[in-house]
Nanobody, 126 residues
């Protein structure tokens, strides 16, 4: 059974870089088929895709954040990471890591699909 756990700072200052780690247990992140994803939910809004990395370390970044994000992995630790540069208060959200099927990424994110971490609150404020 796969388990995912996000970790990172709860508070980031504007213009800094947010770095989050997702630690996966129960299955290698090099497993075929699945996409290791980052998703966020700003206060009062719906879930939105950030990007994902696949078993070959290929990445896809969704257009809204593409210019500011990087996703990478460390297979020795079975972790994948998100870096979001030049954060603003609009980046305040609960950030989730998730294991998703490729088909799920063509739809609006849903807790009913895939496997999710518990989420971590990130606040951008000076």
């Amino acid at each position: 059974q796969v388990q995912l756990q996000e970790s990172g700072p709860g508070l980031v200052k504007p213009s800094q870089t947010l770095s989050l780690i997702c630690t996966v247990s129960g299955v290698p992140i090099t497993t075929n088929f699945y996409l290791w994803s980052w998703i966020r939910q700003p206060p009062g809004k719906g879930l939105e895709w950030i990007g994902y990395i696949d078993r070959s370390a290929s990445t896809y970044y969704f257009p809204s954040l593409k210019s500011r994000i990087s996703i990478s992995r460390d297979t020795s630790k079975n972790q994948f990471t998100l870096q979001l540069r030049f954060v603003t208060p609009a980046d305040t959200a609960v950030y989730y890591c998730a294991r998703q099927s490729p088909e799920a990424t063509t739809r609006i994110p849903s807790f009913a699909e895939g496997d999710w971490g518990q989420g971590t609150q990130v606040t951008v404020s000076s």
